[in-house]
Structures are given as structure tokens and as C-alpha cells.
């Protein structure tokens, strides 16, 4: 995970983790331990703690390390990459986190005292149905009269263990946690020996306990701890999702066929995309997890261990499954790992709560709970809620359509008069100089109000770019003019015949003393027939590669030489325009950087494209759609409508943790490039996705193009118009995919 390598915990346990296993793990202990009794070497797992890894979790209170959850999610990853057969979570991190929850006493700190040096092998007893996820729905285990009675199932270390942390109701009803030796009469273990060779079991209980042995553990500290392993149990699967990956990226690149790798098939490059993107995505909502793990929101918790378990558990299987199909026949033999690592994701993904119940669960906590840990923004989230309540009309809540013309103007000018036009800006530009966390509620705001979007790539693109690449006299003549209006700027980058491929680009700048002359044709240019002025793309020289000699240049539209003509688009906008130069003269000074730097320039400016494209807005208009048409159509609480709005929120979940990231790492200067491309793929398809399914959902009302509900009408094909070009703006997403595949992949070209 991304999170989890930058900070100096992470990386020291990684490295001190990593040094054992170098130490005393080889992946061939995986073949040797599938269904040998108790599926991992007891000396290993000795050494393990004897070397302190089980104290990275326990608080110092406690005499453990502090480390908190991060150390927990580390060493889990580590285990999946590696395939250790040791079971860290179910014998270590779910009974040390039990017993920390537990109120004080003498019994809690004896069993400690046996955990961490690894002298005693604990499991945690929770679970009584298959696909279970809450602890106490309908716990049956009773501790009635000292007489402990019931049955848990698919008890993960259960095999071998020598002390078992049980779950029970007492007389009372209240939920309590009772210590039980594994080898007294009335406890009768059932091993199962699981897809991939490791154990869990069904043990029944019937005997006496005495008080002594019963731990003070609530619902909600149980509950709480199997949240805290779920997000482990993510590292765990990312852990191995990411080491199948890199294996079958590599075997791409040496098994060829007809001549060439497989790695350079594009078929094969773009599934091998696809995977990374999954995994990247569920890394975000893991590393969220795991700072949630460490507070004390247990409802956010909830929500993030959720999203992180399901999203790493499809991710692990998606990778697994791939990889057989990649490899050929000879993946579907056991004569190489990658069979190991499909069996080991079979038997983890559903451990914790199948990915079904915890989807559902995420979606029934709530958006709310997402924010919970965003209480020191709260006054600053209601004076931007305040502000649109009072001052944004009703005829700008236009979401789907860009608001265009005198309206556009006016809404603008507002903001400005406001001093809400620029969040990122600094303030020497005019900018409000907001930090981070409020630059996104302050978006997150203007999204739930419904405002449309305006003539912003001034804003939003030009301004950035000239901040880091325009002259001193650019920047104060034409920054200002973006902010206040005067000035409403388009983008003259595609050509016709040359589509996603930029450089390409046929359109001439000649030197003319302290002129250019400017000849070509540009196509797609959005909103031109109502801007100002143009950032353009020429050619001002030919170089031995096509990214050379291309210059980037600022062009009043009301220069002679130039002329406008409209397209009319599916959605029924005249807002794509092609655009017509013939020499036009633009000032040298108009140059932006040198030239020839153009190249540079531009993909510096397409960041910040597909950082507006990757909005999550879209998605969550179409979502919202979504929910208000199932509520019209009575299918509110259909099986089939509940699973997919539960796949889209999480899906809109990963997507928004990717936009924070992105969004963060760019206002401290970081090059984010890779994942401003997956961020621009996802966020179409997520959008893509989620009007397709309300069309879907819509029925004969999807022919008509409209859906009357409580809420007003909504205009199914105009949303589901203006989804479709949203995968081909800033660069085609299969575009995005062969450049990913290179650059980030590494793959070979064909």
C-alpha cells in the first residue's frame, strides 16, 4: 500500500519482517505444509514472536511496541506476498486484540503473558453461520449457570491451537468472553482442511468454566476487533494480489508466441491494466482503513474495513484468476506457484464476511460515517453551505449540463465578487490559498448543491500552468483575467486524423519576426464558440522524435484568421467546435516557456485535465439518479437494484479516496502522473457504469428519455449522452491503457 511504505513505522517493520522471512520462510513451505496437520511449522511461529512481532499491535499499556494498526497491516501484506503459512491474524492480531479490548484483570494479563512470547497459540471462537459478519446477530453460544454450551464454526487456528477465545451470551443476555483450555474434556475440535491445504475447524463446547476464565468483552469490542482484522486481512490479500501480478508481468515478458512476448499483446497489456488499477484502488481504501483502525470512530471503521476487505478480496481473485488464463497451460498445472496463490485467495477471500454482506454493510453505515474523522472542517463545510443557500440560484443546479453563455458569466462573476472562485490558487495570484482537506469540501459542497460547471478551464488548467511555466508578464496579465471572466478560455489540442495522439499535432507555427503564423485546423475544441482566448499546441519545428518541436502558445479567438464551427453533439450541445487558422498572427510574447517545450508543458496541463475529469462528481449525480429511480419504481428494496447500488457506492468510494490522493499529492507538487491516468479511467467508467444500470433499472421510461419521481424529473438521456464521450475527453481511456502498460507495467511494446 502507498500509505503504508512512506511513513518510518511502515517502513521499519517492513524491513524487519521482511529480514525474518529472508531468514526462515521459502515459498516451497507453502507445498510442504497443504494438509499436514496444523498447516504451519510451530517452531517458525515461536521465532516469530520470539523476535517480538506479536507485540507490534498491543498498546505500550500493555507491554507491547504501540505500533498501532499500520504495523498489523504491514506484516500482513508481507505474509500474503510471501504466501507464509504461518496464520498471523487468526493466532495472532484477532486474540491480542481481543484481550486488549478486555477490561483489566488478572486472567486478561496471564493469557498475555502466554500469547506474546508465542508459548501459547490462541484462536478467536466468533462465528456460528456460514457468511457471518456481525458477532452478536444471533449468537447462540450460552454461558448459563457456568455451563458453557455451543458450536462455532470455521474457526480460523483452530487446529493446534491450545487456548480458544469463545464468544457467549451469560444469563443475562450480555455478550462475554470466556477463556477455554483446548484439551478440556467437552471441547470436541472437527478439523477442515480448506481449498488450499491450511485448517480451520468446527468446535463444539459443553463443559463448565468457572468466572475466573470470563474476559469483560462487550459486542462492540468484538465487533471492533474483527474490523481491525478485516483490514489486515486486506493487506493480506493486496499482499498477494500484488506479488501475482509482478509474477504474471514477468512471465509476460518471457513466454512468447508468433514471435513476439505475450506481454506485448494489447489484449493481454489492458487485462494486465486492469488488474493493477483494481489493486491500486483497493490499496487507497485499505490505507484508509488502516488509519481509521487507530481512532476511535468505530462506526467509520466499520465502513472503511468494509470497503478495504471487500475491494482487496475481489482484487487478490481477479489477479489469481488472470494469471491462470495468462500463463497458458501450463498455469493450470502444480508445477508453478501461481496455483498456490489462486487456492490461498480462495480460502481467505470469504474469511472475515463474504463480500456480498460486507458490500451491503457499507452501503447501510452510510456516506456519513465517511466524514466522521472530518470534524475540525465541519464550521468551514456550513459556511460554504450557508454561502450557496444564499447566493447560488436555483436556474445554475443544472448538474448534467455545463452551464454555458450569460448565465455561465453571471454565476461566475458571483463567485469571484465572493472570493470563491479559485481554492488552490495562492493568494498572490488571487487565489484562497485553502488547504487541501477544505479545496475538497468546498468541491464536495458545490457537488451536493447540484451547481453546474462553468467555463473553468482558465481556472482550473491555464492557471496552474502558467503559474509553473509562464513569464512574469503573463502571469499578471492574464491570471487576472481568468479569475474576474474577461477572459474564458478553451483548449486547442486535437486534430482532426489524429484523435488521443497529441503529438501528431499538423498545425504550423512560423517565426515572422515578433509574430507567429499560425496555420491548421483543430477539432473537439470544447466551448470555443464561447471563449475568449485558446491555449493551442503547434508545431514550430520537426524534431527526430514527434514530441519535438511542438510549442505552446495563448491565441485571442479574435484574431483575424481564425474561424468557429459548432458540432452538434449526441446530447443535443453545440459545445464541441473545430477550429479553423489560417494565418493568424499571435505575438511571440505569447509564447508560454520555450519553444519547442510544449510537449512538456502539455502533459504538465493534462494532468490537471484528468484531475477535473476524475472528478467524482458525475458518478455520484448518477448514482443519486439511480437511488431516486429505484424509490419511483418500487424496487427500492429489489435484491438485484440493493447489490448494485452497493457495488456502485463502493466503487464511487474507491474512486474518491483515488481523487483525495491525487488532489493531496498535486498541492504538494508530487508528480502523480500514473495515477492521474488511472484516476481519468476510472472515473469515466465508474460514471459509464452507473448510467447504464439506471437505464437498465428505467425500463420503457429509459425509451421515453425521462422519469418523473418525487424529487422532479430526471432526464435519463441527457445524463447517459453526456456519459458517453467522458471515456474519450483527455485522452481515450484505451489510449490510457497502452501508455500505462509501458510506462507503469513496463510491458514490451508490440
Keep these: 500500500m502507498r500509505g503504508l511504505t512512506s511513513t518510518e513505522i511502515g517502513r521499519s517493520v517492513r524491513e524487519g519482517v521482511s529480514g525474518f522471512l529472508s531468514r526462515r520462510h521459502e515459498l516451497s513451505r507453502a507445498r510442504h505444509w497443504r494438509g499436514r496437520s496444523p498447516g504451519y511449522d510451530v517452531e517458525v511461529w515461536r521465532q516469530f514472536a520470539d523476535d517480538g512481532w506479536l507485540r507490534a499491535q498491543l498498546p505500550e499499556a500493555l507491554g507491547g511496541a504501540g505500533l498501532g494498526a499500520e504495523a498489523g497491516a504491514v506484516i500482513s501484506d508481507l505474509f500474503g506476498a510471501h504466501l507464509v503459512p504461518e496464520p498471523y491474524i487468526a493466532l495472532g492480531l484477532l486474540p491480542l486484540r481481543l484481550l486488549a479490548h478486555a477490561g483489566p484483570s488478572a486472567r486478561r494479563d496471564a493469557l498475555l503473558g502466554q500469547l506474546v512470547p508465542g508459548e501459547t497459540r490462541f484462536a478467536l471462537a466468533w462465528q456460528e453461520r456460514a457468511g457471518q459478519i456481525d458477532a452478536i446477530d444471533r449468537l447462540e453460544t450460552t454461558w448459563v449457570g457456568r455451563q458453557l454450551q455451543g458450536q462455532k464454526l470455521f474457526v480460523a487456528g483452530g487446529v493446534g491451537a491450545d487456548v480458544f477465545l469463545v464468544s457467549a451470551r451469560d444469563r443475562d443476555g450480555q455478550v462475554v468472553g470466556i477463556a477455554v483450555d483446548a484439551n478440556a474434556p467437552g471441547v470436541i475440535v472437527e478439523p477442515i482442511e480448506q ?37 489486515a486481512l486486506a493487506a493480506q490479500l493486496l499482499g498477494m494480489a500484488r506479488r501475482t501480478l509482478q509474477n504474471t508481468i514477468e512471465y509476460s515478458k518471457t513466454r512468447r508466441q508468433f514471435g513476439q512476448p505475450i506481454g506485448s499483446f494489447q489484449v493481454l497489456q489492458h487485462r494486465m491494466v486492469d488488474l493493477a488499477i483494481q489493486i491500486r484502488l483497493a490499496e487507497g481504501l485499505c490505507d484508509r482503513a488502516v488509519l481509521l483502525a487507530d481512532r476511535a470512530d468505530t462506526v467509520g471503521l466499520s465502513r472503511a474495513a468494509s470497503a478495504a476487505k471487500v475491494s482487496a478480496a475481489d482484487a487478490a481473485l481477479a489477479a489469481t484468476r488472470e494469471a491462470v488464463q495468462i500463463y497458458g497451460a501450463i498455469g493450470y498445472t502444480d508445477e508453478i506457484d501461481i496455483g498456490l496463490y489462486l487456492a490461498a485467495a480462495l480460502r481467505l477471500a470469504p474469511w472475515l464476511g463474504a463480500t456480498a454482506p460486507l458490500r451491503r454493510r457499507f452501503t447501510v453505515i452510510g456516506e456519513a460515517a465517511s466524514r466522521r474523522d472530518d470534524t475540525a472542517r465541519e464550521p468551514f463545510r456550513q459556511t460554504i453551505r450557508q454561502w450557496l443557500l444564499d447566493h447560488c440560484p436555483d436556474s445554475i443546479r443544472r448538474p448534467v449540463d455545463r452551464l454555458q453563455g450569460a448565465g455561465a458569466l453571471a454565476w461566475h462573476r458571483i463567485r469571484y465578487e465572493h472570493g470563491l472562485i479559485a481554492p488552490g490558487w495562492p493568494k498572490e495570484y488571487g487565489g484562497m490559498a485553502l488547504p487541501v482537506d477544505e479545496q475538497i469540501v468546498m468541491l464536495e459542497e458545490f457537488e451536493r448543491y447540484r451547481v453546474a460547471r462553468t467555463f473553468d478551464m482558465g481556472i482550473s488548467m491555464l492557471g496552474p500552468t502558467l503559474m509553473q511555466f509562464g513569464s512574469e508578464a503573463q502571469k499578471a496579465y492574464y491570471l487576472p483575467r481568468a479569475l474576474s471572466g474577461e477572459h474564458i478560455w478553451c483548449q486547442g489540442y486535437s486534430e482532426p486524423g489524429a484523435g488521443s495522439d497529441l503529438a501528431s499535432l499538423r498545425t504550423a507555427a512560423v517565426r515572422d519576426g515578433d509574430d507567429y503564423v499560425v496555420t491548421g485546423q483543430k477539432i473537439w475544441t470544447s466551448n470555443a464558440n464561447h471563449a475568449t482566448h485558446c491555449f493551442l499546441l503547434v508545431r514550430t519545428s520537426q524534431g527526430s522524435r514527434k514530441q519535438e518541436g511542438i510549442s505552446f502558445l495563448l491565441v485571442d479567438l479574435k484574431s483575424p484568421g481564425i474561424r468557429i464551427r459548432p458540432i452538434r453533439t449526441l446530447a443535443g450541445h453545440l459545445d464541441f467546435c473545430e477550429v479553423f487558422y489560417d494565418q493568424v498572427r499571435v505575438p511571440v510574447s505569447n509564447l508560454v516557456g520555450e519553444e519547442g517545450q510544449g510537449w512538456s508543458i502539455a502533459k504538465s496541463l493534462l494532468g490537471f485535465e484528468r484531475l477535473t475529469i476524475g472528478s467524482p462528481a458525475p458518478a455520484r449525480l448518477a448514482i443519486d439518479m439511480y437511488e431516486k429511480a429505484a424509490r419511483a419504481l418500487g424496487l427500492q428494496a429489489d435484491p438485484v437494484c440493493r447489490d448494485e447500488l452497493a457495488l456502485l457506492d463502493l466503487e464511487l468510494e474507491a474512486l474518491s479516496c483515488l481523487f483525495r490522493a491525487c488532489v493531496e499529492a498535486m498541492s504538494r507538487g508530487q508528480v502523480v502522473d500514473t495515477d492521474l491516468s488511472i484516476l481519468k479511467i476510472v472515473a469515466c467508467e465508474v460514471f459509464q457504469s452507473a448510467c447504464e444500470r439506471l437505464m437498465a433499472i428505467a425500463a420503457e421510461f429509459a425509451a421515453a428519455g425521462r422519469l418523473r419521481t418525487a424529487d422532479g424529473d430526471l432526464d435519463l438521456r441527457q445524463l447517459f449522452m453526456v456519459s458517453r464521450p467522458q471515456s474519450i475527453y483527455g485522452g481515450t481511456n484505451e489510449v490510457q491503457r497502452n501508455i500505462l502498460s509501458r510506462q507503469w507495467l513496463n510491458l514490451p511494446a508490440h
Design 195 to 231: 481449498v488450499d491445504g491450511a485448517f480451520s475447524a468446527n468446535i463444539s463446547f459443553d463443559l463448565r468454566v468457572e468466572d475466573s476464565d470470563v474476559l469483560s468483552v462487550d459486542g462492540d469490542a468484538l465487533n471492533r476487533v474483527l474490523d481491525e482484522a478485516r483490514v
